[in-house]
């Protein structure tokens, strides 16, 4: 399974996506079903983008905004991204999400929170992550230390039940 990761963050500037980064990496070193890992976030310096290649990792020249095609199995790793990413990602697979895991923000969480934002752009960008609630299994991560909640507090694995495309509609 192909690793896709989104929104890292400035691996040489903070703790948290030195953390979450860590975490891919060690998912990919325990698991082997895990293979080839491919990053983006606009923000990370050649340098970061030379560490990310010695570990490893392909750093994606292009931003995709979300919308990769998961065509084969791929886990998209995606701690802390914005709304509008999740549902870019989900609108681009809407017909293919038996194809794909999510580690990421807690759609639930936005579920809760989006009574506040009705009438928002907030509201707009979590068209798919509504609709998609009913065939997603989510399991939270529960921070145990302080050391790593800045990195993984809200955060989730998402999978979704396969279903009929006509479910979907």
């Not at 975490?23 to 990370?44: C, N």
């Not at 020249?61 to 509008?84: D, I, W, Y």
Request: hydrophobic content about 45%; glycine content about 4%; overall charge negative.
């Amino acid at each position: 399974m192909q690793m896709v990761i989104y929104g890292i963050g400035s691996i040489e500037s903070y703790d948290s996506p030195r953390l979450q980064l860590s975490l891919a990496l060690l998912l990919k070193r325990k698991f082997s079903w895990i293979g080839d890992i491919e990053v983006f976030d606009p923000v990370l310096s050649t340098t970061e983008c030379q560490v990310l290649e010695a570990l490893g990792c392909s750093v994606l020249s292009v931003n995709e905004q979300g919308r990769r095609c998961a065509l084969k199995p791929t886990m998209f790793f995606m701690p802390h991204c914005e709304s509008m990413l999740y549902d870019n990602l989900l609108q681009a697979n809407w017909a293919l999400l038996n194809h794909v895991v999510l580690f990421g923000n807690s759609f639930d969480i936005y579920e809760n929170n989006l009574s506040y934002f009705k009438n928002s752009a907030i509201a707009d960008s979590t068209t798919h992550i509504s609709a998609v609630r009913k065939f997603t299994k989510e399991f939270k991560i529960q921070t145990v230390s302080a050391d790593y909640f800045g990195a993984f507090h809200s955060s989730s694995w998402h999978f979704f039940s396969l279903v009929l495309e006509t479910e979907l509609q």
